[in-house]
């Protein structure tokens, strides 16, 4: 059954926003990555730092590992 959005609950409301974030967000790191991955040139290297931490947010994104948004909302004081 379809619902409008002011027939959702707050955590119905919040578990769809968040999976259409999660799921921009894994179509933003995709194009990213190819973005990345189809530079030649040496000089347009990723500095070292940068590199790992892509490689760590991949790897955490393949675990499932995330921030649910109470998580978030809690770390940043909301």
């Known amino acids: 059954m379809n619902k409008t959005i002011n027939q959702l609950s707050t955590n119905e409301f919040e578990t769809l926003v968040e999976r259409v974030v999660d799921k921009r967000l894994e179509v933003w790191m995709t194009q990213l990555m190819d973005a990345l991955t189809s530079i030649d040139e040496p000089a ?4 070292p730092e940068f590199a790992d931490s892509l ?3 991949i790897k955490q994104s ?3 590992e995330g921030l649910d948004l109470k998580s978030f909302r809690d770390e940043i004081g909301e």
């Open 44 to 47: 347009n290297e990723l500095r």
């Open 55 to 57: 490689r760590k947010a």
């Open 62 to 64: 393949q675990a499932g």
